[in-house]
Structure formats: structure tokens, C-alpha cells
């Protein structure tokens, strides 16, 4: 199995170890003037059931417990804590 990032995917130079979770395409805001990094990329949330078997995929190449976990796309705090909460407790029963 394989999983495809939708692109382009960006990330900070500081989190290029880190397992990369991508929870959102693009951003919610997309209209910074000075920001142009999801301009040609339409937002939108994932699913939680894509979101959990992204999680499953990237254990089978990271293993259980990776040092730091990334949460992509361009704000992924727009979605409720709810949601955020119910993710990251899922990935760390599955660990």
C-alpha cells in the first residue's frame, strides 16, 4: 500500500523527520496577500476515515511510535478540537 500526498506538500525544514499526518488540502483562508503556497490548491478537510488510514499506512513505515508527528496541510487548527483530539488518541491507541 501506498499513500499519495496531495501536492505539493509543504512542510518546515525542522519537521523533515517528522511523520507527517495531512489532515487538510490547502488552507481555509487562502487569501493572504503575501502568501501564495496553496493558491492553485482548493481546501478541504479529510475524512476521518482517510485520516486513519493514513495514520495505519504511516505506521508500517515509521513504526509505532515516531519522535515527532507534523500535522499538514495549510491550517489544520481550523478544525474543532473535537476532531484534533479524537485523531492524535486514535494514532496513540494504535501505537
Not at 495531512?22 to 481555509?28: I, L
Not at 478541504?44 to 509505532?64: A, F, M, N, P, T
Request: proline share 4%.
Amino acid at each position: 500500500m501506498r499513500y499519495d500526498y496531495s501536492q505539493p506538500l509543504y512542510r518546515p525544514p525542522s519537521e523533515a523527520w517528522s511523520m507527517i499526518i495531512q489532515v487538510t488540502e490547502g488552507c481555509s483562508h487562502n487569501k493572504c496577500r503575501f502568501c501564495y503556497m496553496y493558491k492553485g490548491k482548493q481546501f478541504r478537510l479529510k475524512s476521518k476515515e482517510e485520516i486513519k488510514d493514513h495514520i495505519e499506512w504511516l505506521k508500517s513505515v515509521y513504526g509505532s511510535n515516531p519522535k515527532r508527528i507534523f500535522l499538514a496541510d495549510g491550517n489544520v487548527l481550523c478544525l474543532k478540537t473535537e476532531k484534533l483530539l479524537e485523531l492524535l488518541n486514535y494514532k496513540k491507541r494504535i501505537s
